[in-house]
């Protein structure tokens, strides 16, 4: 099969204040696997989004084997073979319809833009050919909505087969996923390469891409740093790339200070997944919740902030009973909580960062039968912005046009004005690069150093070895072990993490 060359040339492009993307070019074939990295705000996602016909007030051009191609919708990529798996899988699929109907999608709406029946049987018969074809074993008829994050990421996947598609955008697409499913992501990835598409793969996790990826193009401040192949460069160096500065010591000094216990989850069972949780946090401490995609990680968090029921239990801080009967409970008590899926549940994207930075404090600017105090709210929320280093315009910007580690500041800056006592932590460097991630340490251990309880959950076992005092470990809604993360490793979390017992 002959090799499809495609091209970007001088791309640029402004948004209100910021100018995102500087005469831009990117070039690669089909048939090959093309890291696309950068730090948070790089330009990385939004030269992507121009691809992919999501942004359409750019300038420069396009070119697929030398032709020019317009390109200023989606329905545009797709009729000229580009195609893309956005992060927030959630967004691109309807929950309430089948598979089958979510992979024929496209299918499905063209016919019904025609006025033509639709024959439901030969739907699922082509879309189980599809699945079958690429070795996914989910059936046609199951609702979205009983899907895994992995398996959504599959049927999108999936649905690109649906139609020619030579060039396949892959955003973030290892975030969610356990290490077999990321595995199976890959295998996937091969197989399509090898049908000659082309796959242009955004990720922060180094390792996968040295793994995957054969061509690098690194970018910084919106515009085009470097563009390699990957045998010929190394992690550090790719790193040093993306920053614009040598590689700094990962992860800030921890705190070594704690005081009396200040939070206790006694035999905590929730209706799903959680079985007799005991753990402890003292005053000043960060304290790591380890384990794999599916370990109970989540559901512990979330029942701690009162956002799922406790069956059975209690939680305490500072020795009273907490009641959390809701998020509303949890805030009043002082418990704050940073979640996984920052943009449906962390930030709230269509409001400006100054609404978004105060929503869980505006008591704090407001007296009684009186108007919001905007003028200390800007002073407050400026100090944060400066505090946390937030790139953005203006502190009226859409949280939506700001990148993935500036939007996770955010959903930790709130809390910050809120000044809550026990701060819980889940995957807080989930599709953050490596610059923002020391950022986001930092934060959290001046918050231990301030006298604060710290939860921090995470599978990068890596980052709970490197900044909790200690770790509880889960496998399968339970607490498997307890270890000082000082005398630990990342191979003894995860051996637990897996199941494993030791005599």
């Known amino acids: 099969m002959a090799q499809k060359i495609l091209k970007m040339k001088g791309i640029s492009i402004e948004f209100p204040g910021v100018k995102a993307l500087d005469s831009?070019?990117?070039?690669m074939k089909s048939g090959t696997t093309h890291a696309l990295i950068g730090a948070n705000g790089a330009g990385k996602s939004t030269l992507m989004k121009v691809l992919s016909g999501s942004h359409d007030h750019y300038t420069g051009v396009i070119e697929i084997d030398g032709e020019n191609v317009q390109i200023h919708s989606p329905k545009d990529a797709q009729a000229a073979g580009i195609q893309i798996v956005h992060q927030e899988v959630d967004t691109a699929l309807i929950p309430y319809l089948t598979v089958g109907e979510n992979i024929m999608l496209t299918h499905t709406v063209t016919k019904m833009e025609k006025k033509q029946l639709i024959k439901w049987k030969e739907l699922h018969k082509q879309a189980s050919d599809i699945l079958a074809e690429l070795k996914i074993k989910v059936s046609s008829k199951k609702l979205v909505s009983e899907l895994t994050l992995a398996e959504k990421q599959m049927i999108l996947i999936a649905r690109t087969v649906t139609s020619d598609c030579q060039f396949l955008i892959?955003?973030?697409?290892?975030?969610?996923?356990?290490?077999?499913?990321?595995?199976?992501?890959?295998?996937?990835?091969?197989?399509?390469?090898?049908?000659?598409?082309?796959?242009?793969?955004i990720s922060h996790r180094l390792p996968e891409i040295f793994e995957i990826c054969e061509e690098i193009t690194i970018m910084r401040n919106g515009q085009l740093v470097t563009h390699d192949l990957l045998r010929n460069t190394t992690t550090n160096k790719v790193v040093e790339s993306m920053l614009g500065r040598e590689l700094e010591e990962q992860f800030p000094s921890k705190p070594s200070l704690q005081g009396?216990?200040?939070?206790?989850?006694?035999?905590?069972?929730?209706?799903?997944k959680l079985q007799d949780i005991s753990l402890s946090v003292r005053k000043g401490e960060i304290v790591g919740i380890a384990g794999l995609v599916g370990a109970g990680k989540t559901e512990l968090c979330k029942a701690l902030f009162g956002e799922t029921k406790i069956v059975s239990g209690e939680v305490k801080l500072n020795g009273k009973k907490l009641r959390l009967a809701s998020p509303y409970h949890a805030v009043k008590e002082g418990i704050a909580l940073v979640p996984e899926e920052r943009r449906k549940e962390g930030v709230l994207v269509s409001e400006t960062v100054v609404t978004n930075l105060?929503?869980?404090s505006l008591s704090a600017f407001t007296r009684p039968l009186s108007f919001l105090n905007k003028k200390a709210e800007k002073a407050k929320v400026l100090k944060v912005i400066e505090d946390l280093g937030i790139k953005t315009p203006s502190e009226e910007a859409r949280v939506q046009n700001l990148s993935g580690g500036n939007q996770q500041k955010i959903a930790?800056?709130?809390?910050?004005?809120?000044?809550?006592?026990?701060?819980i932590f889940d995957e807080p460097t989930?599709?953050?690069?490596?610059?923002?991630?020391?950022?986001?340490?930092?934060?959290i251990t001046a918050l231990a150093h301030k006298g604060k309880a710290v939860i921090y959950a995470s599978s990068e076992l890596a980052e709970i070895v490197g900044v909790s005092n200690r770790v509880y470990v889960l496998y399968d809604g339970k607490?498997?072990?307890?270890?000082?993360?000082?005398?630990?490793?990342?191979?003894?979390?995860?051996?637990?993490?897996t199941g494993g017992i030791k005599a």
């Not at 989930?430 to 934060?443: N, S």
């Not at 607490?479 to 993490?497: A, H, M, R």
């Open 479 to 497: 607490v498997v072990k307890e270890l000082p993360t000082q005398t630990t490793s990342e191979e003894e979390l995860l051996f637990y993490s």
């Open 24 to 27: 831009v070019d990117f070039t």
């Open 260 to 272: 009396d216990v200040m939070f206790e989850v006694k035999n905590v069972v929730d209706s799903e």
């Open 170 to 201: 892959l955003d973030e697409p290892t975030a969610p996923l356990s290490h077999a499913e990321t595995n199976e992501l890959f295998r996937i990835v091969r197989e399509l390469k090898a049908k000659n598409v082309g796959i242009i793969f």
């Open 358 to 360: 105060t929503a869980a």
């Open 412 to 423: 930790i800056g709130k809390w910050l004005i809120a000044d809550a006592e026990v701060y």
């Open 430 to 443: 989930k599709g953050v690069d490596v610059g923002a991630k020391r950022d986001i340490f930092e934060l």
